[in-house]
């Protein structure tokens, strides 16, 4: 009996640390979004997904790894600007052309050339049928979900571009 009660005990201390630093880390983000809304910080829409999403997953993922995968795409639409010619001619062809590249990246295989001469593809995304609405799990309609299944939810089409 006193074995588990013992187990019991170390069962709740362990909930309430959890549920405690839950709260914290809570705190902590609304505290940064506040800070942004406040203007005592920039307003960085990037950071503001991250900080929310992370806060639900209980600091499952790194910032930094986040704006890795961020950059590289961005780096990857830069490229595909730069080597591309859109035939466009209207008066917001740069515009166009940032859509156009962020359209390929996600809807088309880019061969990518390795310093060695080698190439590597990068895959296009694919649209996640299962649990659209986030009904069974909200962390499926989160853009760092999108980022690293490479499969997107159309809600989040629009937050991508």
């Known amino acids: 009996m006193q074995k588990?009660?013992?187990?019991?005990?170390?069962?709740?201390?362990?909930i309430?640390?959890?549920?405690?630093?839950?709260?914290?880390?809570?705190n902590s983000a609304f505290v940064e979004l506040k800070n942004m809304v406040a203007g005592k910080q920039p307003i960085n829409f990037k950071k503001a997904?991250?900080?929310?999403e992370n806060c639900y997953l209980s600091e499952e993922n790194q910032y930094e790894t986040f704006c890795e995968v961020i950059d590289y795409y961005t780096e990857l639409c830069k490229r595909l600007i730069q080597t591309r010619d859109l035939q466009?001619?209207?008066?917001?062809?740069?515009?166009?052309?940032?859509?156009a590249a962020v359209f390929s990246l996600m809807k088309?295989?880019?061969?990518?050339?390795?310093?060695?001469?080698?190439?590597?593809?990068?895959?296009?995304f694919?649209?996640?049928f299962e649990d659209i609405y986030g009904s069974q799990n909200w962390a499926n309609?989160?853009?760092?979900?999108?980022?690293?299944n490479k499969k997107r939810?159309?809600?989040l089409i629009t937050i991508s571009l």
């Open 4 to 14: 588990v009660f013992s187990i019991l005990l170390f069962v709740v201390i362990g």
């Open 153 to 155: 939810k159309l809600s």
């Open 49 to 52: 997904v991250f900080v929310v």
């Open 126 to 128: 694919e649209y996640d």
């Open 141 to 148: 309609m989160f853009v760092t979900k999108t980022l690293i």
């Open 88 to 99: 466009y001619s209207e008066s917001d062809k740069q515009k166009v052309s940032v859509y």
């Open 16 to 26: 309430t640390t959890k549920a405690q630093s839950d709260k914290e880390l809570f």
């Open 108 to 124: 088309d295989t880019i061969p990518i050339q390795k310093p060695d001469g080698s190439l590597a593809y990068n895959l296009p």
